[in-house]
């Protein structure tokens, strides 16, 4: 436990924030003597995110909610990497294991006995548990790990899943809004790279015609050039394709509200949070049926296509289309579907599941 010392003298006080006097301390005040104080200082919780605000990607959303929702709990700090140099926390949430291995190793090293959790991403899950070392490493430090949904679990090897637990992430409910009925609007949102697939969005984009009546927004920056040379070509040889960019938090939700679909292409995920966003805005999604979107959108889910079938995801948005919202359409049975799993992603719950996981860490 860390001690604040507290000098009082008459006329004259030295304290933290916020701090109120008890009677005991007032009637030292009112003598003529220095009185030294000690009071706990409450630690924080570290939150290690390999992305920071600029990168504005899935990490960097988690780890500034997560420090929100412990406000008023727990005082936090967000750092890319921790060194003992940069001083004692009550526990560490360390966001991805393999990118925050450094940090993870560092801290087991220096405090063996104090809370560990690591956060495991949809790269960690599905492609570097199998094969890097440090990730796996990560594991065996932990002494809680985290999955973001409920088929997280199984990609777990089964010596470490009695210490892993799910917390679906959150976001705030927002009023549906009304869709045109001009043409059917569909976004896409995650940055250019290889594992958001984008490659399936292109290529439905050429198969649909112009005159069909579906318009695609995609959002997102260019963080594989190629990518972002492939995304302007789509949108020169197809009028009904616009590519925007990166957009701010704000903006993108916008346009998810506007959109009648959410299409969402990727090849692995640990749980997106652009899924959770479509289905607290009253847009459902169509998603590529992989074990990251299931987790989120149940198994029953009917609005999934397989891995890069850009045929099956023609089929479904034409579809939509052509059956528009009408009681009984695939639009409607969608949100309808959506409707049902956003108790799942609301900020009580994840906050109650994040204080438990805290509580558990710091138990004596």
Not at 137 to 151: C, D, I, P, T
Not at 303 to 318: I, M, N, Q, S
Request: hydrophobic share 45%; aromatic share 4%.
């Amino acid at each position: 436990m860390l001690w604040q010392t507290l000098l009082l003298r008459k006329g004259a006080i030295i304290v933290a924030a916020g701090w109120r006097p008890c009677p005991p301390i007032l009637h030292a005040l009112c003598s003529d003597m220095l009185v030294p104080i000690k009071t706990p200082v409450q630690l924080p919780i570290l939150i290690v995110s390999p992305a920071l605000a600029g990168d504005n990607n899935g990490n960097w959303q988690t780890a500034w909610r997560w420090a929100r929702l412990l406000a008023g709990h727990h005082p936090t700090r967000i750092l890319r990497h921790w060194q003992t140099q940069d001083g004692p926390a009550l526990a560490m949430l360390a966001l991805h294991a393999r990118r925050s291995s450094d940090s993870i190793a560092a801290w087991a090293s220096a405090h063996p006995q104090r809370g560990l959790a690591v956060v495991l991403t949809g790269t960690d899950l599905y492609r570097d548990l199998a094969e890097n070392p440090q990730a796996q490493s990560s594991l065996a430090l932990a002494q809680q790990l985290v999955v973001l949904q409920e088929l997280g679990l199984q990609a777990l090897p089964s010596e470490h899943r009695p210490k892993a637990r799910v917390i679906y992430q959150s976001t705030t409910m927002r009023q549906p809004v009304p869709k045109t009925k001009r043409h059917l609007r569909v976004v896409m949102v995650g940055h250019l790279r290889e594992e958001k697939m984008p490659q399936t969005l292109w290529a439905a984009a050429r198969l649909l015609a112009p005159e069909e009546g579906i318009r695609i927004d995609h959002i997102g920056a260019a963080l594989d050039p190629q990518l972002g040379e492939q995304a302007k070509a789509t949108m020169a040889a197809c009028s009904h394709y616009r590519w925007l960019g990166g957009l701010t938090h704000e903006a993108t939700r916008q346009r998810i509200q506007r959109a009648h679909l959410l299409v969402h292409c990727s090849r692995m995920e640990g749980g997106a949070h652009v899924l959770m966003e479509a289905v607290c805005s009253g847009t459902p999604v169509l998603a590529s049926r992989i074990d990251g979107n299931v987790g989120m959108l149940g198994a029953e889910y009917a609005g999934y296509f397989p891995l890069g079938d850009t045929h099956a995801l023609v089929a479904l948005l034409r579809q939509c289309h052509q059956q528009g919202a009408s009681s009984g359409g695939m639009l409607a049975r969608l949100q309808a579907q959506c409707g049902l799993r956003q108790a799942l992603f609301a900020p009580a719950a994840e906050q109650a599941a994040l204080l438990r996981l805290i509580q558990d860490l710091t138990a004596p």
